[in-house]
Nanobody
Framework: QVQLVESGGDLVQPGGSLRLSCATS????????MSWYRQAPGKERELVAG????????NYADSVKGRFTISRDNTKHTVYLQMNSLKPEDTAVYYC????????????WGKGTLVTVSS
């Protein structure tokens, strides 16, 4: 049974930092591209950041470049999102996504963790 469990969401003041974690189980972690998405109230889910299987390639939404950093630990089967200089517009539920690099339509989602940026 595949599980993706996000943690680390919290209420933080503007300018603050948070580190999200996504612990996975039941899948061959290093065969999956990992990504973080977010969905703000009343908006569509959007890609925040992605990372390749070996961590050598990352990509970011323009809105978070220079503030967020995605990383992964293949020995712990975990992906992280370090979020700095948080803004109120970063408020959203953040979801972890695993996408198999070879098998089409083999992907999984976590249930999300809420990040609220407010003073």
């Amino acid at each position: 049974q595949v599980q993706l469990v996000e943690s680390g969401g919290d209420l933080v003041q503007p300018g603050g930092s948070l580190r999200l974690s996504c612990a996975t189980s039941g899948l061959t972690f290093n065969s999956y591209t990992m990504s973080w998405y977010r969905q703000a109230p009343g908006k569509e889910r959007e890609l925040v950041a992605g990372i390749s299987t070996n961590g050598g390639t990352t990509n970011y939404a323009d809105s978070v470049k220079g503030r967020f950093t995605i990383s992964r630990d293949n020995t712990k089967h975990t992906v992280y999102l370090q979020m700095n200089s948080l803004k109120p517009e970063d408020t959203a539920v953040y979801y972890c996504h695993a996408d198999h690099t070879i098998v089409v339509n083999m992907d999984y989602w976590g249930k999300g963790t809420l990040v609220t940026v407010s003073s």
